[in-house]
Nanobody, 125 residues
Framework: QVQLVESGGGVVQPGESLLLVCTGSGIKLEYQTITWFRQSPGKERVGLVSIRSHDAMATVADFVSDRFIITRDRANNLSYLKMDNMNAEDTGTYYC??????????????????WGQGTQVIVGA
């Protein structure tokens, strides 16, 4: 049974950094396109950063710029989302999602086969 579990969410202050982790079981993440999505209160789910399976090339959504970095750890079957210089607009629930395919646009939620349950991030108390 495939399972993705996100962790690392919490409350941070503006300008701080946070590291989220996506742990895969029943699936080899190195053979998947992995994308992190965010759903902010009252908004649609949006793709943030994605990493390809075959060459680990990362794609970043334009509005994210270089504040967010996605990586993967083959040995431990993990993906990380490092977020720097966070602001209030980064508040939301963060999800990792995987697909064995190579979507032309990796930020379309419908392309993904497996999803985690999400981890909540709040910027500013």
């Amino acid at each position: 049974q495939v399972q993705l579990v996100e962790s690392g969410g919490g409350v941070v202050q503006p300008g701080e950094s946070l590291l989220l982790v996506c742990t895969g079981s029943g699936i080899k993440l190195e053979y998947q396109t992995i994308t992190w999505f965010r759903q902010s209160p009252g908004k649609e789910r949006v793709g943030l950063v994605s990493i390809r399976s075959h060459d680990a090339m990362a794609t970043v959504a334009d509005f994210v710029s270089d504040r967010f970095i996605i990586t993967r750890d083959r040995a431990n079957n993990l993906s990380y989302l490092k977020m720097d210089n966070m602001n209030a607009e980064d508040t939301g629930t963060y999800y990792c999602a995987t697909t064995p395919t190579r979507p032309y646009d990796p930020f379309i939620a419908g392309e993904y086969e497996h999803w985690g349950q999400g981890t909540q991030v709040i910027v500013g108390a």
